[in-house]
Structure formats: structure tokens, C-alpha cells
């Protein structure tokens, strides 16, 4: 791993080191257990890990070829048992227990201390600490499945699995310690993240480009048709990720309180601002508004909103929507230019998504949204801009060297793309021997 990446940031945190809190922040919360909080987030993990199954899958189902449709399926649908596993077994560990300003410590392997009674104070006071891991642990499963846009139809299922299990120990749970973790360096340096910009967005975007780069183009890239075979499915997935989205980030105020409401509406209108500003920027360029923009320019906005979303008001978040959404649009449309084969363009949303995301939470954060973040630099405060640009070059950097070196050390162990036989009949056949559709059977 890039451990230089590491230290750098770690020098950039001395000089950008956050002010303390105030008294009444610092005041240890008693330890009791809310039940109407533990419902809300039990309800939250349920709403996160519907984003990935059956939403994501669906939304990229519906934008490959019919014969890679069961493939791509399959990748979301497998990734909620393997990452749900080993976070169980070390990932939560790893990310979340005390350990050093990089890493957790493996106090909590298997589980191990982690209460499903008591809570633990440094995270969640009123809920069960089980409540708590299993919220997170729906987000570790989404975002190694984002990624899997990138690569779709040429991977073969046994590199996916090696690459994702590496991406997740090596990568994922390490930037979920310096954002969110007890002692991580960015959390203690100040970066503002509710809801995942770095760790997931970011992380999944740049990790994505680095696969695009490393697999290399479909056969036929830029030279023969490759349109979505169903939108339907696609809009049905996007309307399923915008459902689900509410638990990701109103869930994140880990309580059934004023922080979730606030949340949540800045959730709603981004999103709603995002899709305006992606079909209308394809009216005006391409002549006609698509559904499959609609549906791509919902999930920018939802990207966007998503590390801002606890810490600003209704009217930013509309602005931070409708930038996502035209910025995106023509973000997506560089691939062409540059010759990267991002299948389903998650470079395009996740990664600037992301990144917008991010550096907006730096200008418009509001300590009268959430008195537990900080001014942006639109109310004053330009430091946190700063500190938000500092976790932006973070994630981007390490996810990207890391993905690069992982995506070659699978390939040497055992291979990352299929055959041009099987990339040919479809993944669907090759990797699972099966047809998605039976039509005329």
C-alpha cells in the first residue's frame, strides 16, 4: 500500500489541525439505549442494503447487453455475502475499533466485544453497538459493488472476488478508519464526510478508473453499438437507490431526531436538482432529454448530497445538486475523449460526484444545521475548505495506487479479464452458464 500517501496526509494534519470542541460537544452522552433511535437505524441498514440489492443491481442490469445482464446482477448480489462476511469476521475491526491515527486495532475480530445491548459511546450512545456495525457494514458492501460498473462485461467472476476482497481489507476499511474511526487522522484533522463522500464515492470512483485503465477496453469499444438493453430496469434501479438513499444519509445521524430530518430533505432536493440539471444540460447539448439521464442525474445528485448532507439547509443542497448534475453530464461525456472504457460510467458520477461533493460541504457546512461540524468557507470559515480539499487528494490517491497495485497483483494470481471467446457469447454463459432470457424457449 501507499503508505507515503499516509504520511504526507499525516504532516497536512498538524498544520490544519481542527479546534477543539466546545464544552457542551466534548460532554460524554449518557449511555442509554433510544429505542426509537435503534429503529430508525435498524430501518436505515435495511433502506442501505436495498441500494445494492436489488437497487444498483438493477440500475446497472438495465445498462449492459442483454448477455451480461445475470453477470452484473450476480456482482451485487455476491458482494452483500462476501463483504458482509468479512466485516464480520475483520473488516469492522479493522475500520472501526481503537487503533493508531491508520488503522484499527483486531480487538473486535469476529465480533468480539461489540454488544448487542449496550452501546459504545465514541460512536452511537443510543443504540446497540451491533446496530451501529451493521448500519456501516451495508455501506461497506455498496461500495465495492459501484466499481463493479467499471469493469462490467469483461472481468472474470474469480478476479472480481479476489480484487474485491483485497479492495476491502486493504483499501476500504483503512479510509473508513481515517475519516470515521476512533483516532483516524482525517476524522482528527477535522474533514467533514456524513455519509460517505471519501469514503465511498471518492474511493469507488478513482478505484474505478484505475480498473477501467488496467482491464482495458470491451471488444468493440468506440467502434460497434453498445446500448443499454432495458431501461426499464434502470429506471426501476434508480428509483429504488433515490428510496434507499434516505436511509444512507438521514441514517447517519444515527438517531431519529432533528439532524435526520434535516438530512433527509437535503437528500430529496439534491437529487431532484441534480436530474433537472442533467436532462436539461443533454436537452441543450445532445437535443433531446433521455430517461437514462434522468435516472444518471439523480444519482449524481444523490452522490453529491451525500457527505454534505447533515451538515447543510435546503437551499444549498438544491445548488449542490444542480452543479452535480451538470457537471456531471459532462464529466461522463469525457471518456470518449480520453478512450477509457468506464462501461457505466462511474467515473463520471461516483468519482466527480464525489469530489463536488466533498469540496462543496467545505463552502457551504453550517454549524446552524449541525452544531458537531464546522462553518464552510461561505460562512466564514475557508480552513474547512482546505481541510475538505486535503481528504479529497487523500482518497483520491490511495484509492487510485491502491487499486492499481491490487488490480496487478489479482491478475498475477488469477487473472482479471475473461477470454475474447467469452467475452463474445457473454458473461452470462461463460462465467455462470445461464441466459437471463429464455425467449422463445
Known amino acids: 500500500m501507499p503508505l507515503a500517501i499516509s504520511c504526507l496526509g499525516a504532516a497536512l494534519a498538524g498544520l490544519l489541525r481542527a479546534a477543539p470542541l466546545t464544552a457542551a460537544a466534548a460532554a460524554a452522552p449518557p449511555l442509554a439505549i433510544n429505542s426509537g433511535d435503534t429503529a430508525w437505524l435498524l430501518t436505515s441498514s435495511a433502506l ?11 440500475f446497472y442490469g438495465g445498462m449492459v447487453r442483454r448477455k451480461n445482464v445475470l453477470a452484473i ?17 475483520f473488516g ?15 480487538q ?15 460512536y452511537a450512545p443510543t443504540v446497540p453497538h451491533q446496530a451501529y456495525m451493521i448500519f456501516q457494514c451495508m455501506f461497506a458492501v455498496i461500495t465495492p459493488a459501484l466499481i463493479t460498473g467499471a469493469f462490467a462485461e469483461r472481468i472474470s467472476f474469480k478476479g472480481f472476488l479476489v480484487f474485491s476482497l483485497l479492495w476491502m481489507t486493504l483499501i476500504y476499511d483503512p479510509l473508513a478508519h481515517w475519516v470515521w474511526g476512533v483516532g483516524g487522522w482525517l476524522h482528527d484533522l477535522g474533514a467533514l464526510d456524513f455519509a460517505g463522500g471519501t469514503v465511498v ?5 478513482t478505484s474505478a478508473l484505475a480498473a477501467a485503465l488496467v482491464i482495458g477496453q470491451r471488444r468493440g469499444f468506440m467502434r460497434e453499438p ?6 426499464t430496469l434502470t429506471l426501476t434501479g434508480a428509483g429504488l437507490l433515490w428510496f434507499g438513499w434516505f436511509g444512507f444519509n438521514a441514517g447517519s445521524a444515527l438517531a431519529a431526531n432533528g439532524l435526520a430530518t434535516s438530512a433527509f430533505v437535503a437528500t430529496h432536493f439534491g437529487a431532484a436538482a441534480a436530474a433537472l440539471g442533467w436532462v436539461f444540460a443533454e436537452w441543450i447539448i445532445l437535443g433531446k432529454p433521455t430517461t437514462l439521464g434522468v435516472a444518471s442525474g439523480v444519482v449524481a445528485g444523490l452522490v453529491a448530497i451525500t457527505p454534505a448532507s447533515g451538515y447543510v439547509g435546503p437551499l444549498p443542497a438544491m445548488v449542490i445538486g444542480l452543479v452535480a448534475g451538470v457537471v456531471c453530464f459532462f464529466a461522463v461525456r469525457l471518456k470518449a475523449r480520453f478512450g477509457y472504457d468506464d462501461a457505466l460510467d462511474v467515473v463520471g458520477v461516483h468519482a466527480v460526484g464525489g469530489i463536488w461533493g466533498a469540496l462543496a460541504t467545505g ?8 452544531a458537531a461540524g464546522g462553518n464552510g468557507l461561505f460562512y466564514g470559515n475557508p480552513r474547512q475548505f482546505l481541510i475538505q480539499a486535503v481528504a479529497v487528494a487523500t482518497s483520491i490517491s490511495f484509492a487510485f495506487v491502491g487499486s492499481l497495485i491490487l488490480l496487478k497483483i489479482t491478475d498475477a494470481l488469477v487473472g482479471l479479464r475473461v477470454s475474447d471467446e467469452a467475452e463474445r457469447s457473454g458473461l452470462d454463459l461463460s462465467e455462470h452458464d445461464e441466459n437471463a432470457y429464455e425467449l422463445g424457449a
Not at 48 to 58: C, D, H, I, Y
Not at 78 to 89: E, F, G, K
Not at 108 to 122: C, D, E, F, K, N
Not at 201 to 205: A, C, E, Q, V, Y
Open 48 to 58: 442501505v442494503l436495498l441500494m445494492t440489492a436489488p437497487g444498483l443491481a438493477l
Open 73 to 89: 446482477l450476480m456482482q451485487s448480489f455476491i458482494l452483500a455475502a462476501l463483504v458482509s462476511i468479512q466485516w464480520m469476521l
Open 92 to 106: 469492522y475491526s479493522i475500520a472501526f475499533s481503537p487503533g493508531n491515527a491508520f488503522i484499527g486495532g483486531l
Open 108 to 122: 473486535w475480530i469476529g465480533l468480539s466485544g461489540v454488544s448487542a445491548t449496550q452501546p459504545y459511546a465514541a
Open 201 to 205: 464515492h471518492i474511493s469507488s470512483g
Open 226 to 231: 453498445m446500448p443499454p438493453h432495458n431501461l
Open 363 to 370: 463552502l457551504f457546512a453550517s454549524v446552524a444545521v449541525n
